[in-house]
């Protein structure tokens, strides 16, 4: 935990390259502190250091400024995303930062940092690869064999997202019981592989980070083709912990905490996705219409 | 074809979230970019006489994410200061937040200061 917000501090100080300067918690109050062993204290956020966000389009695309600095990466590029509609969306995540700045609910900003920077160093086919592998383990393909009542809900809730994705993609998917989950034909997988391949890097990132988020590749299909809302899609992906809230009673700062989070970043992701990439095709329809 | 419900449902709860954006800064939500590209690509959409338009219906999804992307994460944000922002809990507070309170020695227990 400390190491991660250690690491948040630094790459909240390098989106804009300012010097090291102020005191944070960990060093101001650590060595302070009455009872130092037990007592966490909250990192201090970064204070909302700008006052106006605006957007102007340079040769890359979309970049944003703050005042009249340019955003940069945390590889300190010069932030740029290909959609308007995007940047308009992360000059507002910026724009709504209160005090202090929430790196953790900019999740559009986090997606474009990471399609920017491409941390992981991984090209499309590892990115499709790690994306395709989750079917192996698809949340909506393991089923419990009791109690009666969750095998029944899940055969309810889930049976028809996989045979809609069957019948979308012409694939057999299936689902079972046992430890070593469904086995999915090699050409399920090849179909699969070739339909993501039609997605652009910056897609590509997203819908990894949607599977990942819902632990699900069945799931995130649905979302890309506006087959499931993103409500939908996370409520199938928790169905058993639902169920398990039905019986054993609802906790607000674990299960709603866990809801939304998961809902924003599913939402995020989804929105990444098809933000990034809107085809000519549809560009030329709205256009007539 | 995923159910979104109306579109006027959504551009209400988008509103409803860009002026909970803006309550903050104080600005009206009408001067943001945000809220002037939504008005665009709502008009651009409204519907004629088209039931089913890709387009129409690729827009409103997109919108109903958003929606959900701006609620789920000021939800979020209030949980997260309620419980989880101000670092470690005492004991006390411990208890208190599943209805528990910490049981009383008359006279105190003995060591403390």
């Known amino acids: 935990m400390w190491r991660r917000c250690l690491r948040l501090r630094d790459v909240g100080r390098r989106l804009l390259n300012l010097p090291r300067s102020g005191l944070t918690a960990s060093e101001g109050l650590g060595p302070k502190l009455p009872t130092p062993i037990r007592a966490y204290v909250p990192p201090a956020e970064r204070k909302r250091f700008y006052q106006n966000v605006s957007i102007s389009q340079g040769e890359g695309g979309f970049e944003i400024n703050l005042d009249h600095r340019k955003l940069r990466t945390p590889q300190g590029k010069l932030f740029t995303v290909p959609s308007e509609a995007l940047a308009i969306a992360v000059a507002t995540e910026w724009d709504s930062q209160q005090d202090t700045i929430k790196m953790y609910t900019m999740h559009l900003t986090t997606l474009c940092n990471t399609s920017l920077d491409n941390p992981t160093q991984r090209d499309k086919d590892q990115l499709i690869r790690a994306a395709v592998k989750f079917l192996d383990t698809d949340t909506v393909c393991y089923r419990v064999e009791e109690p009666e009542t969750l095998v029944e809900l899940q055969r309810n809730e889930w049976d028809p997202v996989i045979s809609w994705a069957e019948k979308r993609y012409g694939v057999e998917i299936g689902s079972s019981t046992s430890i070593t989950g469904p086995s999915i034909p090699a050409r399920t997988r090849e179909v699969l592989v070739s339909h993501l391949a039609s997605y652009n890097m910056w897609a590509l990132q997203g819908i990894e980070f949607v599977v990942t988020q819902l632990k699900s590749l069945v799931l995130t299909l649905g979302l890309t083709d506006l087959r499931l809302t993103v409500e939908q899609a996370v409520l199938l992906s928790r169905l058993e912990e639902e169920y398990q809230i039905q019986k054993w009673g609802n906790i607000e700062w674990a299960h709603d905490y866990e809801l939304q989070e998961l809902r924003a970043r599913t939402a995020a992701g989804t929105l990444f996705v098809h933000l990034c990439s809107e085809s000519t095709a549809v560009k030329h329809k709205l256009l007539q219409g | ?113």
């Open chain 2, 1 to 113: 074809m995923a159910a979104l419900g109306s579109p006027l449902r959504t551009w209400r709860g988008l509103l409803r979230e860009l002026r909970y954006l803006n309550a903050a800064t104080g600005r009206p939500y009408r001067d943001t970019a945000a809220y002037r590209y939504l008005v665009k690509a709502f008009r651009a959409h409204r519907v004629t006489s088209e039931k089913l338009c890709r387009a129409q219906h690729e827009l409103h999804f997109q919108a109903a994410t958003y929606l959900c992307l701006l609620r789920s994460i000021r939800e979020h944000v209030a949980l997260h200061q309620e419980f989880h922002g101000k670092g470690e809990r005492s004991v006390e507070e411990s208890a208190g937040l599943v209805g528990l309170k910490l049981p009383q020695q008359p006279g105190g227990k003995g060591w403390e200061p």
